[in-house]
C-alpha cells in the first residue's frame, strides 16, 4: 500500500520536472550537442573561469547567507513583537526585485567604493536569499519546546552551548536544505552579477547567455547548460548525503516571548538593512531629477496617458497576478504531495533540475523540443505558469521536508494502529502541522513567479507582458518619465509580494 | 499490480497535462490571421495594426520575446518551422546570421534605422566648464578622463556598436584606440540601462558621457517631467562623428503559414501608415522617405550626416574573435 502511494503522489512532481525542463534538455542535447564541443568549448576564452567564479563565489555567498541569516531567523521565530509578520514579508520581499532596480536601489545605498566589486555582490546575495533561511529553518525553531531550551539553562548551558548542542542539531536538516538552495541561486546567478559586479566578472550563466546569443554558438551553450546542471546535482547529491537527525519534540507554537536585547538589536539592524534599498526605491519612484512628481504613479495605474510610452501596466500586473496564482496553484499541491510520502533523495535532487538550468538553455530547449502538432505548445498560455511551478517546486518541497521531520513519529505510528489509512493519516495529522510549510511554500511560489525574468522573457509571449518584463520595457527608454514609471511599478511590485506574504502567514501562523 | 496501477496513472497524468497544455494553444490556421514576431521592446502604439486589418481582413497577433539577440537565436533554432509568420526588428549585427541559418524566406527588408553615439550631459560638461566632444579621437583627451561610461560590448547592444564604430573609423589599428581609451579611465558596465541610469551624471551618476542613441535627446524632451519650457533646447547632445547606424530589417519567415499574406503585412510594415508611427515610439527613423519627421525630432535629434557602419557579413565572420580581443583589452 505505501509503495503504491509513494510513487503516485510523486509523480506529479516527476511531470512537472519532465515536462518543463528534463525532456527538454534531453532533446536539445541529442540535437545540438556537436561531439567536438563537449571538451573543446572549455579551451575557449573564460569558460574555465565563470566556472571556478560560479563555484567559489556561489559556496562563500552561501556560507555567508547562513551566518547572517540565522540571526534575524531565530530572533523571527521565537518572539512575538510588533511588525514581526513585517519584517518577514520584508526580507522575502527582494526575491521580486527586478535586476534594473536592484542596481538603482542597491548602488543608492552602498558606499561607493563597493560599486562593481565582489563584496556588492556577495551582499546583494545575502539580501537577496536571507529569506531562504528565515522561511526554511524558523518554522523548525519556532516549534522547540521553550522548556527544553529552559532546562538546559537550568542544568547551566551558556547560550553558545544551547546553540551549538540543542538548536544547530534540532535546525541541521532545515540548514541543509536552505544551503543548497542558496548554493543553487547564487551558482546560477545572472542579474546580480552583471549589474553590481561589473563587466569583468562572469559566472557559468551569463557565459552561457554570450554564447548563445551573442556567439549563436548553440552547441557550446548547450554542453555548458548542462554541465552547469549537472555540477549543481552533484553538489546537491554530496551535500544531501549527510542527514539531518530526527526530531520529534512539538513545541507549544504560542511561546510568544518579549524580544531581549540583544534580540532587539537583530530586529533593529535587518530593518534597517531591508528597508534602505526600498526606500532608495519608493524615493526615486515619486522625485525626478529636480522636483517631486507623481508622474509615475499615475501612469503605473493607468491614469495617465503618456504619448510615446504604450506599455499597459495595469494589464502587465493583472498577467503576472494570474500567472503566479497558476504557478502556485500547480507548485503547492504537487510539491507537497511529493514530499508527504517520498522521502528519497533523488526526487530532491530531480526538483532542482528547472532552477538550476540555466533560463536560455532552457528556452532555446522548450523551443525546439514542442514544436510540432500535437505538442506544439511553444505559445501555450499555461506553459509560463508551468516554467514558474517547476522553478518554485524545490522551494516548496524543502519547506515541507524540514517540517515534516519534526512530526513526532508515534503519532503517525498511533494512527496507523488505529486504522487509519495513508492518506486519511497525512490528511489528519501531517497537513495541520505542516501549515506554516505550507504557507512558505505558498509565498515562495507566488514570490518566485511574480519576479521572475530570465526565462519568462525568453519564451514568446502572444498575450500581455508580465511586471518585470514591463519594467525593464521601461528602464530601456531615456527620459524622467520612464525612469519614475520603471521605479513605482518596481515598488508596486514589492508591495502586491509583501501584502500577499503578509496575509499567507497571518493565516498560517494563527 | 500495484506497481503497474501506479504506472499507469502516472502516464495518465502525462497525457492530461499534454492535452491541457495542447488545449490551450489555441492557434488554429483557418482564420486570416498572422503572427508577426518581435522583441520586447517593440510597443507601437494602440491600435496600430487596426489600418491593416480594416485593409485586409487579416488579423495581426503581436508575439513578443528577448531582445534582437535572443530573437535571432531562437528564429535560427527553429528555421523552417517558426514561430510566427514575419519577424521584425533583426539589426545589421545579426542580420548575417538569421540569414545563414535560412531562417527568412527571400530578403528581409529594411524598417527602420537609428544611430548609437556618445551622448553628453550638457549642463554637467558647463559645470566642469568643458566643450562637448565631437569625435571618437576627442574621448582619448585628458579633459575627458574618468567621464565616459560605455556598455559592456560583449552583452549589450550599444555597447557592441560602439566597439564596431571604432572599428571602422580606426580598421585593423582599433585595438590601440581601446588600449588608450581604457588609460583615459573609461567606466565599462553591464547594460544602457545600467549605463544611463545609475552612471549619467543627469540620473545621479558622475559621468556626463555616455553611449547611447542620436534620438536619446528627443526622448528627454518628451518625456520630461516637469515639462520643458517651450522652446528650450534638449538637455542632452549628441558627439556626432562617434555614430555607429543601425539598421533593422523585418521579413517572412520561411516556413510561414501564409507567405502571400505574409508579403501585405511587410508592405504595411513599410508603407506610410505604419512608418508614421515609429519615430515618436520606437524612437527610431523611419525608412519610408515619403514620412515627416514629427517636430521633436526635427528640433531635438542631430542629423547624422556621416555614421559609421560595417557590412553585415563582416560582423558575422569577426564578431567572436573582436569581442575576444575587446576583452583582454577593456575587461581584464
Known amino acids: ?510 | 499490480m500495484k506497481y503497474s496501477l501506479a504506472h499507469k496513472t502516472s502516464r495518465l497524468v502525462i497525457a492530461l497535462t499534454f492535452v491541457g497544455l495542447t488545449a490551450c494553444g489555441s492557434d488554429s490556421p483557418k482564420t486570416q490571421e498572422l503572427t508577426l514576431l518581435a522583441y520586447e521592446s517593440f510597443t507601437p502604439p494602440a491600435g496600430a495594426f487596426d489600418a491593416f486589418t480594416a485593409q485586409t481582413g487579416i488579423k495581426v497577433t503581436i508575439a513578443l520575446s528577448g531582445d534582437a539577440g535572443e530573437m535571432v537565436a531562437k528564429a535560427s533554432l527553429t528555421a523552417g518551422n517558426p514561430e510566427g509568420d514575419v519577424m521584425w526588428g533583426v539589426d545589421n549585427t545579426f542580420n548575417s546570421r538569421a540569414t545563414d541559418s535560412e531562417v527568412f524566406d527571400g530578403e528581409p527588408v529594411a524598417v527602420d534605422y537609428g544611430d548609437v553615439c556618445v551622448n553628453y550631459d550638457i549642463a554637467a560638461l558647463a559645470e566642469r566648464g568643458i566643450d562637448a566632444p565631437e569625435t571618437l579621437d576627442d574621448l582619448l583627451s585628458s579633459q575627458y578622463a574618468s567621464m565616459l561610461v560605455i556598455e559592456n560590448a560583449a552583452t549589450s547592444s550599444p555597447g557592441l556598436a560602439f566597439l564596431l564604430a571604432t572599428i571602422a573609423a580606426f580598421g585593423d589599428d582599433w585595438p590601440n584606440y581601446w588600449e588608450k581609451l581604457i588609460d583615459n579611465d573609461v567606466l565599462i558596465v553591464d547594460s544602457w540601462s545600467d549605463a544611463y541610469y545609475t552612471s549619467f551624471t543627469r540620473y545621479g551618476g558622475d559621468r556626463p558621457l555616455v553611449v547611447s542613441y542620436a534620438t536619446s535627446p528627443p526622448a528627454e524632451v518628451i518625456f520630461a517631467d516637469p515639462p520643458m519650457a517651450q522652446d528650450a533646447p534638449a538637455p542632452t547632445g549628441v558627439a556626432t562623428e562617434t555614430c555607429f547606424r543601425q539598421t533593422e530589417y523585418a521579413g517572412i519567415l520561411r516556413g510561414a503559414n501564409d507567405p502571400a499574406e505574409s508579403q501585405l503585412l511587410i508592405d504595411y510594415l513599410i508603407s506610410k501608415d505604419f512608418q508614421t508611427l515609429l519615430p515618436e515610439s520606437l524612437f527610431v527613423y523611419p525608412i519610408n522617405a515619403d514620412v515627416e519627421l514629427p517636430e521633436s525630432f526635427i528640433k531635438y535629434a542631430p542629423q547624422i550626416s556621416q555614421p559609421f557602419t560595417l557590412p553585415s557579413k563582416d560582423i558575422a565572420t569577426n564578431r567572436e574573435v573582436w569581442l575576444e580581443q575587446w576583452s583582454d583589452i577593456a575587461l581584464r
Open chain 1, 1 to 510: 500500500m505505501s509503495k503504491f502511494w509513494t510513487r503516485l503522489a510523486s509523480a506529479p512532481a516527476l511531470v512537472v520536472v519532465a515536462v518543463s525542463t528534463a525532456i527538454p534538455l534531453v532533446a536539445i542535447s541529442v540535437q545540438h550537442i556537436a561531439s567536438v564541443d563537449i571538451f573543446a568549448v572549455w579551451q575557449r576564452p573564460g569558460v574555465a573561469e565563470a566556472l571556478f567564479f560560479s563555484l567559489w563565489q556561489g559556496v562563500l555567498s552561501t556560507v555567508l547567507t547562513l551566518a547572517f541569516g540565522l540571526f534575524p531567523t531565530w530572533v523571527l521565530a521565537r518572539y512575538q513583537f510588533t511588525g514581526r509578520s513585517i519584517l518577514v514579508a520584508l526580507v522575502t520581499v527582494p526575491f521580486v526585485l527586478p535586476t534594473i532596480a536592484v542596481g538603482a536601489a542597491f548602488l543608492a545605498v552602498l558606499p561607493t567604493s563597493l560599486h562593481r566589486t565582489i563584496w556588492a555582490i556577495l551582499l546583494a546575495h545575502i539580501f537577496f536569499n536571507i529569506s531562504v533561511v528565515v522561511r526554511t529553518v524558523g518554522p523548525l525553531w519556532r516549534s522547540v519546546d521553550q522548556g527544553l531550551i529552559e532546562s538546559a539553562q537550568t542544568l547551566g548551558a551558556s547560550p553558545a552551548q544551547v546553540y551549538r548542542h540543542l538548536l544547530l542539531p534540532i535546525a541541521r536538516p532545515a540548514i541543509i536544505s536552505a544551503g543548497s538552495l542558496i548554493f543553487v541561486m547564487c551558482f546560477t546567478s545572472y542579474g546580480i552579477i552583471r549589474i553590481l559586479g561589473g563587466p569583468g566578472l562572469a559566472t557559468l550563466d551569463i557565459e552561457i547567455y554570450r554564447r548563445a546569443v551573442q556567439l549563436g554558438d548553440i552547441s557550446g551553450a548547450t554542453v555548458l547548460g548542462i554541465t552547469q546542471t549537472l555540477c549543481i546535482a552533484g553538489a546537491f547529491a554530496w551535500w544531501s548525503r549527510s542527514q539531518g537527525a530526527q526530531f520529534s519534540k512539538i513545541g507549544d507554537r504560542n511561546s510568544a516571548r518579549a524580544l531581549s536585547r540583544s534580540s532587539r538589536i537583530i530586529v533593529f539592524l535587518t530593518a534597517t538593512a531591508f528597508t534602505a534599498p526600498l526606500g532608495a526605491l519608493i524615493f526615486s519612484s515619486l522625485h525626478t531629477r529636480d522636483a517631486w512628481s507623481l508622474t509615475g504613479w499615475k501612469v503605473v495605474f493607468g491614469l495617465q496617458d503618456i504619448r510615446g510610452l504604450d506599455i499597459d501596466l495595469p494589464s502587465s500586473l493583472a498577467t503576472s497576478l494570474l500567472y503566479a496564482l497558476a504557478a502556485t496553484a500547480i507548485a503547492v499541491p504537487v510539491g507537497m504531495a511529493a514530499t508527504a510520502f517520498a522521502r528519497r533523495h533523488w526526487i530532491h535532487t530531480a526538483v532542482l533540475l528547472p532552477l538550476s538550468t540555466s533560463p536560455v538553455v532552457l528556452g532555446l530547449a522548450i523551443l525546439i523540443t514542442y514544436d510540432r502538432a500535437p505538442f506544439d505548445f511553444r505559445s501555450s498560455r499555461l506553459l509560463i505558469p508551468l516554467v514558474h511551478a517547476a522553478i518554485a517546486l524545490p522551494f516548496v518541497m524543502r519547506a515541507t521536508i524540514a517540517m515534516g521531520n519534526v512530526i513526532p513519529p508515534d503519532l503517525r505510528h498511533a494512527a496507523e494502529t488505529l486504522g487509519a489509512s495513508p492518506w486519511r493519516r497525512w490528511l489528519n495529522i501531517d497537513l495541520p502541522l505542516l501549515r506554516p510549510a505550507v504557507a512558505t511554500g505558498v509565498a515562495f511560489s507566488l514570490a518566485m513567479s511574480l519576479g521572475e525574468f530570465g526565462a519568462t522573457s525568453f519564451l514568446t509571449r502572444r498575450h500581455s507582458s508580465t511586471l518585470p518584463i514591463s519594467i525593464a520595457n521601461l528602464f530601456s527608454r531615456a527620459g524622467d518619465i520612464p525612469r519614475s514609471t520603471g521605479m513605482a511599478a518596481a515598488t508596486l511590485l514589492i508591495f502586491v509580494t509583501g501584502l500577499l506574504v503578509i496575509s499567507i502567514d497571518r493565516r498560517s501562523y494563527s
